[in-house]
């Protein structure tokens, strides 16, 4: 098995996707061969940055690794030391079981083994499907099958791009209103207007040399758009009705893309909106999204 696992590559009309069996990861997508997102060009390639990964069963961080659920006390492993936190759950770089594909879609089933720090019975899905006119359609969805509540939230985790263009030169429009404003060590810090400020793209808006690694929400009711666009060639469209979304400029991988990671909850939800993210017995909490070139 190569470090993403098994490839299935995914065709409708124009559009071509290849999935990882690893983390359930989108690790291309393409609109008559021009990149939609930034890809993992190799199989045997661990991409930085959680290319394409899905982050189940929290996005975001966990501040300090610890939480509580009923009033027992939980310690997840740090694995971002510089900040001393738990990042973007357990699933991404587990290997998901293909359970059902055909020429244009693919579901991945990953049945999240318990740990100390997590020790609840989750099973989770990420479902790929592509359409000629529509493009790229994924939902990731976890399901309690355990007797007691357990505390649930997904993203994932796509660098939108303009065919690999540098992001300097591409104009982002995401219109979400506020922003959640965060300390030297990426912890949340309170929300905030974005007018006026580095993290305004309520108006469409050229990246430049912009800095951002924050999130967003009051987003539209029902579903959203954020568009990312280049004058000279492809753009990409994003939709969702998520109520947050986790945008990041690559800062630390290049600056190819701009990841846009829809969440079903906030940063360190686990802690800030516990009652929130629990999931009782039997019932499930889905994140959709779609991605289409913007031709």
């Given at each position: 098995m190569t470090v993403n696992g098994s490839i299935t590559t995914l065709v409708a009309g124009s559009y071509e996707a290849r999935v990882g069996q690893v983390g359930a990861s989108l690790l291309s997508l393409t609109h008559r061969g021009r990149h939609l997102v930034q890809p993992v060009r190799a199989d045997d390639d661990l991409a930085d940055g959680y290319q394409g990964r899905t982050l189940v069963p929290w996005p975001n961080r966990v501040v300090g690794g610890r939480y509580e659920v009923g009033g027992t006390s939980y310690r997840?492993?740090?694995?971002?030391?510089?900040?001393?936190?738990?990042?973007h759950g357990l699933g991404a770089f587990q290997a998901w079981d293909l359970q059902t594909s055909s020429s244009g879609a693919g579901s991945w089933v990953l049945d999240l083994p318990a740990t100390y720090g997590y020790p609840f019975d989750v099973?989770?899905?990420?479902?790929?499907?592509?359409?000629?006119?529509?493009?790229?359609?994924?939902?990731?969805?976890?399901?309690?099958?355990?007797?007691?509540?357990?505390?649930?939230?997904a993203s994932t985790h796509p660098y939108l791009s303009c065919d690999d263009?540098?992001?300097?030169?591409?104009?982002?429009?995401?219109?979400?209103?506020t922003v959640l404003l965060t300390d030297e060590r990426l912890s949340p810090a309170g929300l905030a207007p974005v007018a006026g400020t580095p993290h305004d793209f309520l108006a469409p808006t050229e990246?430049?040399?912009?800095?951002?690694?924050?999130?967003y929400t009051d987003l539209p009711e029902g579903r959203w758009?954020?568009?990312?666009?280049?004058?000279?060639?492809?753009?990409?469209?994003?939709?969702?009705?998520?109520?947050?979304?986790?945008?990041?400029?690559?800062?630390?991988?290049?600056?190819?893309?701009?990841?846009?990671?829809?969440?079903?909850?906030?940063?360190?939800?686990?802690?800030?909106?516990?009652?929130?993210v629990l999931l009782q017995p039997g019932d499930s909490r889905s994140l959709?999204?779609?991605?289409?070139?913007?031709?």
């Open positions: 997840l492993p740090v694995d971002e030391p510089q900040t001393g936190a738990a990042l099973l989770c899905r990420a479902t790929y499907a592509l359409d000629a006119g529509q493009g790229l359609t994924l939902t990731v969805t976890g399901t309690n099958q355990g007797s007691g509540p357990a505390p649930f939230g263009r540098p992001l300097a030169e591409c104009t982002l429009h995401l219109p979400a209103p990246v430049g040399e912009r800095l951002v690694d924050n999130a758009v954020v568009e990312l666009t280049h004058p000279d060639t492809v753009g990409v469209r994003m939709t969702s009705e998520a109520r947050w979304v986790q945008l990041y400029t690559g800062d630390r991988i290049g600056r190819r893309g701009a990841a846009i990671e829809p969440m079903t909850c906030p940063p360190d939800a686990f802690n800030s909106d516990p009652d929130g959709t999204l779609t991605l289409a070139a913007i031709l």
